[in-house]
């Protein structure tokens, strides 16, 4: 009984020590890029605590997807059409989107990467959290 006890003990503490998220799962068999690869919708946007979903959705358009790839690609769709390369950083606690069409580098701290759910936060220069909830 003790082995047996000892045994979960064990399997608990391993599998909530693997969780590399905030809001992530504790454990997973899938690749960081296997959970981030593919097409993106928007779920919920939340800035400063405030859901600004529907106001984001009429500003970057209804067909707005994120279409990332696991070779390091992504585009996106909708009103502001982009492409480019993405990539973990900072300990891949961040991914950076390197975009072709404008240049610039764009950051978000990954909050949960699960395969059916991601969600990025960013602060702006006016120190505005916004939180981004994607969707398969």
């Known amino acids: 009984m003790k082995k047996l006890l000892l045994?979960?003990?064990a399997i608990g503490f391993i599998a909530t020590s693997c969780k590399k998220y905030p809001d992530g799962p504790g454990f997973t068999v899938l690749t960081k890029k296997d959970r981030i690869a593919g097409v993106w919708r928007i779920e919920q946007v939340i800035v400063?605590?405030?859901?600004?979903?529907n106001a984001y959705n009429l500003?970057?358009?209804?067909?707005?997807?994120?279409?990332i790839a696991k070779s390091g690609g992504y585009l996106v769709a909708g009103n502001f059409p982009d492409h480019g390369r993405w990539d973990f950083t900072n300990n891949s606690d961040d991914v950076s989107f390197i975009s072709q069409t404008d240049k610039?580098?764009?950051?978000?701290?990954?909050?949960?990467?699960?395969?059916?759910s991601l969600w990025f936060?960013?602060?702006?220069?006016?120190?505005?959290?916004?939180?981004i909830h994607f969707k398969h």
């Open 7 to 9: 045994a979960i003990v």
């Open 48 to 53: 400063n605590g405030y859901d600004v979903t």
């Open 59 to 67: 500003w970057y358009g209804s067909d707005y997807q994120l279409d």
């Open 104 to 116: 610039g580098t764009k950051t978000y701290k990954i909050l949960r990467l699960e395969k059916e």
């Open 121 to 131: 936060q960013d602060v702006d220069s006016s120190n505005f959290t916004r939180e």
